[in-house]
């Protein structure tokens, strides 16, 4: 059975909204997750950067929660994580299952890929594979060869084509230091805030009430993918489309960097989506 | 020429995101660039002067080939008003 890593989490108030448990808090508690498998199935991060010249960086993010759960609704928050391999040790994917073992309330799988730094202060570094010595520390049903789902990607098709488009809209931001990481590069648990101050901003200026649905009840879930970093100073813009269909309103993000002199391009995309519980 | 760094880059030159270099050439603008910045040369540039394979050079937003900026291979020209903007591929993590 894969090795699981187990973390219990005192509760506080911070981490939710009125609603549910924060996007961003579940993704920085993955964080910590990942952290405590890379330390338990390979070996402690800061070894993987300076003995292996490894890192890993977050490209995926499928979040689901599967049932109401506020502040109120526990004192601490299980979690139970563990690591996979992919594609002999081109992606490491993280499950991470919050609540209690009989009955959770979300699940979070975080697709990482892995990095070969260069060895300079800066931390750079280019995509890569994990070493064989790495992938050796894997036990043998850690490692899976399946495909790699896109899930942003036909989420975002199928409400292009079987959806209602009922609101869009931009919001500009630029990275700060307080955004990024140790290499002055983005948090990827930074996003979903950006992504909920771009639909908030839809909801407090919304001509269709479909979209104030984007407030006004739990996500039930979120696709993300990360396509190209941004750093510290840059600036960015975050277009948005919001869709309705029979059971879900949900928003279509897409985010670029506009810095001065950067080439175009995508850095992240996503998929917010709320339930309506049926009406349209 | 503007040369505009990566935010990633910027601690090492001294958190200056846009520097205007009197140069004729890409290799000419990042010897000077790092000349300004010794500790920035470290980083950007590999021991042979070859701009590291972890950073990318786009000259007005056109890529320039790896083959044709290591200091002193053959002269990329640029000129008032060009933008070379240094991305960095991904780091930390």
Same mark, same amino acid.
């Given at each position: 059975m894969p090795r699981r890593t187990r973390i219990a989490l005192t509760s506080d108030t911070c981490l939710f909204s009125p609603v549910q448990m924060h996007p961003a808090s579940i993704l920085r508690v993955g964080m910590a997750a990942l952290a405590s498998c890379i330390g338990t199935q390979l070996t402690e991060w800061r070894a993987l950067k300076l003995e292996h010249r490894t890192t890993v960086v977050i490209i995926g993010v499928t979040l689901t929660y599967l049932r109401d759960f506020g502040f109120f609704s526990a004192s601490h928050i299980n979690v139970d994580a563990g690591l996979t391999t992919r594609r002999g040790g081109r992606f490491l994917e993280l499950e991470c299952v919050l609540g209690p073992a009989d009955d959770p309330f979300a699940v979070l799988?975080?697709?990482?890929?892995? %990095?070969?730094?260069?060895?300079?202060?800066?931390?750079?570094? $280019?995509?890569?594979?994990?070493?064989? %010595?790495?992938?050796?520390?894997?036990?043998?049903?850690?490692?899976?060869?399946?495909?790699?789902?896109?899930?942003?990607?036909?989420?975002? *098709?199928?409400? @292009?084509?079987?959806?209602?488009?009922?609101? *869009? /809209? $931009?919001?500009?931001?630029?990275?700060?230091?307080?955004?990024?990481?140790?290499?002055?590069?983005?948090?990827?648990?930074?996003?979903?805030?950006?992504?909920?101050? /771009?639909?908030?901003?839809?909801?407090?200026?919304?001509?269709?009430?479909? %979209?104030? $649905?984007?407030?006004?009840?739990?996500?039930?879930?979120?696709?993300? @993918?990360?396509?190209?970093?941004?750093?510290?100073?840059?600036?960015?813009?975050?277009?948005?489309?919001?869709?309705?269909?029979?059971? $879900?309103?949900?928003?279509?993000?897409?985010?670029?960097? %506009?810095?001065?002199?950067?080439?175009?391009?995508?850095?992240?995309?996503?998929?917010?989506e709320f339930a309506t519980g049926g009406q349209p | 020429m503007k040369i505009v760094l990566s935010g990633a880059l910027v601690r090492f030159a001294d958190y200056t995101k846009e520097v205007e270099v009197e140069a004729t050439t890409v290799t000419e603008g990042l010897e000077f660039l790092t000349a300004r910045y010794p500790d920035l040369k470290t980083v950007l540039l590999d021991g042979d002067g070859r701009v590291r394979r972890t950073h990318q050079l786009f000259l007005n937003g056109e890529q320039v080939e790896r083959g044709a900026y290591p200091l002193g291979a053959a002269p990329v020209s640029c000129a008032n008003p060009d933008t070379l903007f240094v991305l960095t591929a991904v780091a930390g993590g």
């Open positions: 799988t975080v697709l990482n890929r892995p %990095v070969t730094l260069s060895g300079t202060e800066a931390l750079d570094g $280019t995509p890569g594979s994990l070493d064989s %010595v790495l992938l050796a520390r894997f036990d043998a049903d850690e490692h899976d060869e399946s495909p790699v789902a896109r899930p942003v990607i036909d989420a975002t *098709k199928a409400l @292009e084509t079987g959806g209602e488009l009922i609101d *869009k /809209g $931009t919001m500009s931001f630029t990275v700060s230091r307080a955004d990024c990481e140790i290499a002055d590069q983005w948090q990827n648990v930074r996003l979903p805030d950006w992504l909920s101050m /771009g639909r908030e901003r839809m909801v407090f200026a919304a001509a269709d009430p479909r %979209v104030k $649905t984007g407030l006004r009840v739990p996500m039930t879930r979120l696709y993300a @993918e990360y396509r190209r970093p941004m750093y510290l100073g840059d600036e960015g813009i975050l277009a948005t489309r919001a869709y309705a269909t029979a059971g $879900t309103v949900s928003f279509v993000h897409e985010l670029r960097t %506009v810095t001065s002199g950067a080439p175009e391009g995508v850095c992240a995309v996503a998929v917010e | -």
